[in-house]
């Protein structure tokens, strides 16, 4: 199998694709509403201010319904860098699994370079495997910043899918001209495959296991998806202390019925070598 090209185009189901607007306050709503349960709806004044001059936020209709958006916000930080924050970005349940995310996220990345952005960034709970998947192995994303329980008002005010762990999250961000984003390509599965079957341990890669579905654990076993929480929250920030950067995500077939998520951290990760994962893996299986 040929390696993994970077920012893969998903199948052309897209009808129309264009910026929000303020007249899609309704239809964001709904969205909300529809990926993330009990999550209060944005206030409408505060969708007009963010998206009223700009045109950042990208949405995806089919047969004129929204059923994907990206709220992006345009981000200043200390050292007076832009960037493109992606504060919120859902597809509609029952159209998941098509490609939507991807396109969205491939409109972010054209979006941050026709606007002169360095950079983009956003953060996503490491436990849900979609997203990782989404974040990593599609954009080519890559994240060495763990932040613990970062909307510390959940319990209160948060979504369901929130419930019953704290909010730690990933930091992914990217430089959209990067060659690493434009050039580089990512190891096969059977690459993956053959370093855990060999359980290769370099210094050079490491594998974190993710969970399948940290949704469907939680309802069956609560105590199960704490305690991948909490190996989460101390194995993935020594790994960023010691140099390592989260830059994939592998899935492997471990049986005929059971199939192993990993997030893939490599040392010394250079966003200006596209061949750097790669490299890694070849010196590890060698």
Same mark, same amino acid.
């Given at each position: ?64 319904? &929204? =059923?994907?958006?990206?709220? #992006? %916000? @345009? +981000? ?91 909010a730690d999250r990933l930091l992914y ?33 490491? &594998? =974190?296991?993710?969970?399948? #579905? %940290? @949704? +469907?654990?939680k309802e069956e076993d609560i105590n ?63």
């Open positions: 199998m040929m390696p993994d090209t970077c920012l893969k185009s998903p199948e052309k189901n897209i009808q129309n694709i264009r910026p929000l607007t303020t007249e899609d306050y309704q239809g964001w709503c709904e969205l909300i509403n529809s990926v993330w349960p009990g999550l209060p709806s944005t206030l409408e004044h505060d969708f007009i201010a963010i998206i009223k001059e700009t045109n950042v936020s990208p949405e995806i209709l089919i047969q004129e319904k &929204l =059923v994907g958006a990206s709220l #992006n %916000i @345009v +981000k200043i930080n200390p050292e007076n860098q832009l960037s493109l924050l992606v504060h919120m970005l859902g597809v509609d349940p029952d159209h998941q699994g098509q490609g939507i995310g991807q396109q969205l996220m491939q409109e972010n990345f054209q979006i941050a370079r026709e606007s002169n952005l360095p950079k983009i960034q956003l953060t996503s709970d490491p436990l849900e495997t979609n997203n990782v998947s989404l974040y990593l192995h599609h954009s080519r994303m890559h994240s060495n910043t763990y932040v613990p329980d970062l909307y510390t008002q959940l319990n209160q005010s948060g979504g369901e899918q929130h419930r019953g762990l704290s961000q990217a430089n959209p001209n990067s060659p690493w984003i434009l050039q580089g390509e990512l190891p096969s599965t059977e690459e993956y495959t053959q370093l855990i079957q060999q359980d290769s341990h370099s210094s050079k890669i490491v &594998l =974190v296991e993710i969970p399948a #579905n %940290i @949704v +469907k654990l199960q998806a704490q305690t991948w929480r909490q190996s989460h929250a101390q194995t993935l920030p020594q790994l960023f202390d010691q140099g390592y950067t989260a830059v994939d995500r592998a899935k492997i077939n471990s049986s005929p019925e059971s199939t192993n998520h990993y997030i893939v951290c490599i040392n010394n990760f250079d966003e200006n070598n596209p061949d750097c994962l790669q490299d890694a893996i070849s010196s590890s299986l060698n």
